[in-house]
């Protein structure tokens, strides 16, 4: 079953696009953002771990995403994008900028969602321990030690909500 993109953000890293889950380990899941073009991508060939989205109107590379740099993030600090909402993100100078981009991130999705981008986060993660001399693997983020950053990210984030919770009951008493 072929899984729908769509867009998503995260609680910590709010100024990137991210198009929504790769895969899931656990309580995480892997997300990998959508970069803007740049020269030198235009020399790159897609691979497993590169993929270029063109614009299927005029041929332009709109975005690149570079599947070595996807990481994992606790399932609890993901948000679903509701265009209605994208303010609370991202600026714009006018609402024809806003109808722009939203107009932009539905073409990339549309793309993305045609790509076999799940098979081939999952062939990079496993791949990444089974061959660690791959040239892909060397490019690839130490999967592990990012889960292990996340577990510990996420219980530090809970102690500190709790504390919070008791700071403003011992207030509330006061």
């Known amino acids: 079953m072929k899984k729908e993109y769509h867009i998503q953000i995260t609680e910590t890293i709010n100024s990137n696009r991210f198009f929504g889950s790769l895969f899931e380990n656990g309580d995480m899941e892997y997300i990998s953002q959508v970069s803007h073009p740049q020269d030198r991508h235009l020399k790159l060939k897609q691979q497993v771990d590169f993929y270029k989205i063109y614009n299927p109107e005029d041929g332009r590379l709109m975005c690149v995403i570079n599947l070595n740099y996807m990481f994992p993030i606790h399932k609890s600090l993901l948000i679903d994008l509701e265009y209605k909402n994208i303010e609370n993100y991202r600026t714009f100078t006018s609402d024809i900028a806003k109808s722009k981009y ?67 009951g011992k207030e509330e008493k006061i």
């Open 102 to 168: 939203i107009d932009l991130l539905n073409i990339e999705i549309k793309a993305i969602n045609r790509l076999p981008i799940i098979t081939s986060a999952i062939k990079i993660y496993e791949n990444k321990y089974r061959y660690p001399n791959d040239r892909v693997s060397q490019r690839c983020f130490d999967f592990k030690r990012l889960e292990q950053a996340c577990i510990e990210y996420k219980a530090l984030k809970e102690k500190m909500e709790a504390q919070e919770q008791a700071a403003i």
